[in-house]
T-cell receptor, first 116, second 115 residues
Framework: AQSVAQPEDQVNVAEGNPLTVKCTYSVSGNPYLFWYVQYPNRGLQFLLKYITGDNLVKGSYGFEAEFNKSQTSFHLKKPSALVSDSALYFCAVRDPDGGSQGNLIFGKGTKLSVKP | GAGVSQSPSNKVTEKGKDVELRCDPISGHTALYWYRQSLGQGLEFLIYFQGNSAPDKSGLPSDRFSAERTGGSVSTLTIQRTQQEDSAVYLC?????????????FGPGTRLTVT
């Protein structure tokens, strides 16, 4: 069965420090991986995706993520955090070989808090 | 351009009543998804429409939930005989289903409260 795990409910970072939000996945085939961000009282916004190709993916707002097939991980990173990055972050996977018709499987979310 | 829109933004209803939630996808997007976001539960897939194909209803939690998509555009999610456990934010998303373009664009959601 397809699944996504975000092992940390909350990540606290000081402004200017690097941040990492962790994600691991389980699928039967080659995964399509996504990160979304949700600001308070807003819908989800797409940040970046991995479909194929370079394992390091760059996305919006200076975020990047690295696909690691051996560790089945897709951690989200940013070299220097901003207070405005504080939000809820969701990792998601789509398994194109898993029989589903396109829906994403989401992790439970990680709350990122960046303090000045 | 216009994004995904949902209405109403908030809905308070009494237990046992029926509710309808509406989603207007991005024009030209052939795929439409409904998700439910409950406190502490992340996002739960409900139903998926793709073009004229039969919808994937595998995520609907009970037969009180149904959805339709008219003319390949607007979708309505209906919850009959609402229960308190139906209280959640219901999110709609749409996407272009073409090679390498799988990201979904989400609406702001409808917050449903069942009293």
């Amino acid at each position: 069965a397809q699944s996504v795990a975000q092992p940390e409910d909350q990540v606290n970072v000081a402004e200017g420090n690097p941040l990492t939000v962790k994600c691991t996945y389980s699928v039967s085939g080659n995964p399509y991986l996504f990160w979304y961000v949700q600001y308070p009282n807003r819908g989800l916004q797409f940040l970046l995706k991995y479909i194929t190709g370079d394992n390091l993916v760059k996305g919006s707002y200076g975020f990047e993520a690295e696909f690691n097939k051996s560790q089945t991980s897709f951690h989200l990173k940013k070299p220097s955090a901003l207070v405005s990055d504080s939000a809820l972050y969701f990792c998601a996977v789509r398994d194109p070989d898993g029989g589903s018709q396109g829906n994403l499987i989401f992790g439970k979310g990680t709350k990122l808090s960046v303090k000045p | 351009g216009a994004g995904v829109s949902q209405s109403p933004s908030n809905k308070v209803t009494e237990k046992g009543k029926d509710v309808e939630l509406r989603c207007d996808p991005i024009s030209g997007h052939t795929a439409l998804y409904w998700y439910r976001q409950s406190l502490g539960q992340g996002l739960e897939f409900l139903i998926y429409f793709q073009g004229n194909s039969a919808p994937d209803k595998s995520g609907l939690p009970s037969d009180r939930f149904s959805a339709e998509r008219t003319g390949g555009s607007v979708s309505t999610l209906t919850i009959q005989r609402t229960q308190q456990e139906d209280s959640a934010v219901y999110l709609c998303a749409s996407s272009l289903v073409v090679q390498d373009l799988y990201e979904q664009y989400f609406g702001p959601g409808t917050r449903l409260t069942v009293t």
